[in-house]
């Protein structure tokens, strides 16, 4: 996940307004200068639900970008954002966070593809006027087909069950004791929760086996309407790398299976109560002082 995730437009356009897919050549205006955009993601981003609008100017003529939006039928809540962004000459890579709004779901499916989604944007030469864009993102969109899945399937198990956490115990170690707790909403059959994990610095793991716990670690059958597993919160991956990637302390991932079905990604929710009883494992672990 940490790792900067690319999908390229595959498009070279120029200002006046002609647009090309990457697979076959288009005539360019030649008193204007190209432009190259596409779609990136880091760790902050997958935190803030956005990307960047990753834009290079290719041409000897310094570009203004005014306003940056990723348009798609398939997301709501995506907006306009105004940039400012000066692209010189030479490809530079100028970045303009957006968000790309929540995924918009049909019924129950889980792999649902995006419809054909564009990058608008407002530019002008340094002394011209200003110009609206629009570049289409190539058709299947693996980047934006990804993030309308994880909204999707997040939906779909929320109607089903939900995946929280249960009262905690502060322990001697400074470390704290509870449960992972599944309850039924929606789904009649066997839920079975293969697995979770902890986040970049807190370790979440069943007790008292810990990583020894055989999986899955949980299974709900029909008819039960609860179920609790007893786990311990530790600060054993406090690292110094751990300790620099602390942009995301609370996703806690988890996989789930609905009556023997393949596993599907979801997260442990996290209330006020989580964060206030995890927050002195954290600052004890970045002061130094959590007992290994």
Not at 26 to 53: K, S, W
Not at 207 to 236: H, M
Request: with cysteine; proline share 10%; aromatic share 6%.
């Amino acid at each position: 996940m940490g790792r900067l995730l690319v999908v390229a437009l595959l498009i070279l356009v120029s200002l006046g307004g002609a647009a090309l897919s990457g697979h076959a050549p288009v005539a360019q205006d030649p008193a204007l200068p190209p432009l190259r955009v596409e779609l990136t993601q880091g760790r902050v981003d997958e935190v803030r639900h956005t990307v960047q609008i990753s834009m290079h100017n290719d041409g000897a003529e310094k570009l203004v970008v005014e306003r940056v939006e990723l348009q798609s039928p398939s997301f709501t809540g995506t907006e306009p954002v105004r940039a400012d962004a000066w692209l010189p000459p030479g490809g530079l890579q100028v970045d303009v966070p957006v968000s790309y709004g929540r995924g918009v779901c049909a019924g129950d499916e889980l792999t649902p593809r995006a419809a054909p989604s564009f990058v608008a944007l407002r530019v002008h030469t340094e002394q011209g006027p200003a110009r609206d864009v629009r570049f289409p993102l190539t058709d299947p969109n693996p980047m934006l087909d990804k993030f309308l899945a994880i909204d999707c399937q997040q939906a779909y198990l929320d109607r089903q069950a939900t995946f929280t956490f249960g009262p905690w115990t502060r322990l001697p170690s400074g470390w704290v004791d509870g449960t992972v707790v599944v309850r039924r909403t929606g789904f009649k059959g066997t839920i079975t929760l293969r697995e979770f994990a902890g986040s970049i610095l807190l370790e979440v793991m069943p007790v008292p086996l810990r990583e020894a716990t055989p999986k899955p670690y949980g299974v709900l059958p029909p008819g039960t309407d609860e179920l609790q597993i007893p786990i311990i919160v530790d600060g054993e991956r406090c690292t110094p790398h751990a300790l620099a990637e602390i942009k995301k302390p609370y996703v806690f991932p988890a996989w789930v299976s609905l009556d023997g079905g393949p596993p599907l990604y979801t997260e442990l929710k996290i209330t006020d109560a989580e964060v206030a009883a995890f927050k002195p494992v954290i600052d004890a672990c970045a002061a130094g002082h959590t007992q290994m």
